[in-house]
């Protein structure tokens, strides 16, 4: 699960920083579909979790 630790976090500073240096300039898709697969790896991890106790 650290590979997947990692990856949520290298996510999530990506999206930070894309919103914070974007100035309307990027492609309005980019962020929302890094969210939504943030979202689905943070799910699947939760889901995964629960499902070895």
């Not at 930070?16 to 699947?44: D, Y």
């Amino acid at each position: 699960m650290e590979n997947v630790d990692r990856t949520i976090d290298t996510l999530c500073e990506w999206i930070q920083k894309e919103l914070k240096q974007s100035s309307g300039n990027m492609e309005l898709t980019v962020i929302p579909e890094m969210a939504k697969a943030l979202a689905e790896l943070v799910s699947a991890k939760a889901t995964a979790e629960v499902m070895s106790r």
